[in-house]
């Protein structure tokens, strides 16, 4: 089997919905939804290996702590692990009162009373009905006509209602699903919709949540947004519902969806954290969330420490969040690219100047601090990557700002290692090929031991020290009109190293009264060399003369 050189024999278009002077393209999304985590029971079951009761449990703890006020715990007719679980949330009285935990259920007697019996004390919860209304499911799954799947709604409704009056003690709320929603009539949903909310009496004060499933993602998000908005406009009593969004990726466009949906009028969002569910998975609560706040507003849940939620659900669903994974993944700050990266590094020296608080970052549309993680892994060198690659490297991790003349001069020997080695280079990595091409504490050369300044009767400067040279100390001194220019001198005079500073930077390398000076100075040998030296040390005058020996050492060899 190949591919088809012509698909439209074998698939259909999906129809487009006739809904005239559309209102969700002009609406902006301004506030956080309510949000419903189906971890525990859609990404649950799409497991290849489902969570027992310590992961179902440690998951459950992560929900309440990002801050998930509803959380669909289980099919608790599904079998005792399911049925425990819930019933043992309850017991063990694990369920904080402004949470709402929620249990789903087939439109069958049995099962309906079944999922009441494992929320037994509970003092809030909600039991979420569903059945199948689209033609592909009515025609070959049930074999049924509209008003027999109307009927198993219907009698569904009716049975919530008598169950949820036996248990008087516990505030329920009702939720009904016409599954397959989206390959559905847009009128039939609604008509069973309407039948359920008949036998319900939902009210303003206390409204039924209808959740219209993207069961399967059959068409793109604007389609889903106008049945959302189409559906909106039709229900009667809207005021007394709560229209819940239930979206999947099969398309890869689940969280465009969910958002669009929103935009169409949608109160409520169902999905798993990083997009846990069957097939292609559901809609990622975290990435709505964070792109939410990446607008100023606020999702209402909590992911500043992201890494920990990661551990959390790779634990539990022993599914690995992907590296590209929005927010989450490993990589979705990483620059590699040397443009890339000399944006980057820009931006974060503005920001540094900036009057205010806006984060206005190139390639970075949040601020990875915000979610716990550092600025060390925002810039990764190999062989694609630029000067500003490892420039910023070594100033996260040195806290050296190499001059942009110096980065060019550094960033041959970085290629060549990058060539050499073939993969990425680490902090180390850099630092020894910085040191080796600086020759800083390098025994072979001239190590600077001591050293004075003394100012003479003509207004000169004089260098006077004791300077190591392959182990053995010498005492040498040279004249200048300041202190570069006199170790200069003595460098030649003493050594024959002859050097002509052409530039020189300095700066410290901490904000703290004792942090230490960084210098650089740049040079150029009587052959039109270009000799770039560094220095360091607690004080900038001591860092001045070890960048001049620097450099010394690189002419001697």
Request: glycine share 8%; aromatic share 8%.
């Amino acid at each position: 089997m190949t591919m088809l050189k012509d698909p439209s024999v074998k698939y259909r278009p999906f129809p487009q919905i006739d809904l005239p002077n559309r209102q969700w393209p002009s609406q902006v999304i301004t506030k956080a939804p309510r949000w419903l985590s189906t971890d525990l029971r859609d990404g649950n079951q799409a497991l290849i290996d489902p969570m027992g009761a310590e992961k179902k449990n440690r998951f459950f703890d992560l929900l309440v702590k990002v801050g998930l006020k509803e959380i669909e715990v289980g099919f608790p007719s599904a079998g005792a692990t399911e049925f425990d679980f819930i019933n043992g949330l309850v017991r063990n009285d694990r369920i904080p009162e402004d949470v709402l935990v929620q249990v789903l259920t087939q439109s069958r007697e049995d099962l309906i009373t079944r999922s009441f019996e494992s929320l037994e004390g509970v003092h809030a919860a909600i039991v979420h009905l569903y059945n199948a209304v689209s033609p592909l499911w009515r025609t070959v799954v049930f074999g049924m006509e509209k008003h027999e799947i109307r009927g198993i709604a219907e009698n569904g409704a009716k049975i919530m209602r008598d169950q949820a009056a036996k248990y008087p003690g516990t505030q329920w709320q009702f939720e009904y699903s016409p599954e397959t929603f989206s390959t559905a009539e847009l009128d039939f949903s609604i008509e069973c919709c309407e039948a359920v909310m008949e036998i319900l009496q939902p009210t303003p004060e206390n409204p039924i949540i209808l959740n219209l499933p993207a069961t399967v993602e059959a068409a793109t998000p604007n389609v889903y947004a106008d049945q959302i908005e189409y559906f909106c406009r039709n229900l009667p009593n809207r005021a007394s519902a709560v229209i819940s969004l239930h979206t999947h990726n099969d398309r890869g466009t689940g969280v465009a969806a969910a958002e669009l949906g929103l935009m169409a009028g949608a109160d409520r969002v169902e999905g798993c954290l990083f997009g846990n569910g069957e097939r292609t998975g559901n809609c990622c609560l975290v990435t709505v969330a964070m792109n939410m706040y990446t607008q100023g507003v606020n999702p209402q849940l909590d992911f500043s420490d992201i890494d920990e939620v990661i551990q959390t659900v790779e634990y539990c669903n022993q599914l690995k969040v992907a590296e590209r994974h929005p927010y989450g993944g490993e990589l979705v700050f990483t620059a590699f690219s040397g443009s890339h990266q000399d944006a980057i590094k820009k931006g974060f020296a503005a920001q540094e100047k900036r009057n205010d608080e806006i984060w206005a970052v190139p390639y970075l549309p949040i601020d990875p601090a915000d979610l716990g993680r550092d600025y060390e892994a925002v810039i990764r060198v190999n062989s694609q990557s630029g000067k500003g690659g490892f420039a910023w490297v070594i100033e996260q991790d040195q806290g050296l700002k190499l001059p942009k003349r110096m980065q060019a001069h550094f960033s041959k020997h970085v290629q060549e290692l990058a060539d050499e080695l073939g993969r990425e280079l680490q902090a180390a990595d850099i630092w020894n090929v910085f040191r080796k091409a600086y020759r800083i504490d390098d025994p072979q050369h001239f190590q600077l031991i001591d050293w004075e300044e003394a100012k003479a009767a003509d207004g000169t400067r004089v260098f006077a020290g004791k300077i190591g040279v392959d182990g053995k100390e010498q005492s040498v001194s040279g004249r200048g009109n300041g202190l570069i220019s006199s170790v200069t001198a003595t460098l030649a005079e003493s050594f024959g190293v002859t050097l002509d500073v052409r530039d020189y930077a300095e700066h410290s390398m901490g904000k703290s009264t004792d942090a230490r000076a960084a210098a650089y100075v740049e040079c150029v040998t009587p052959d039109g060399r270009v000799i770039w030296g560094v220095g360091i040390d607690e004080d900038v005058a001591t860092a001045s003369v070890r960048a001049v020996l620097s450099a010394a050492n690189t002419v001697r060899g």
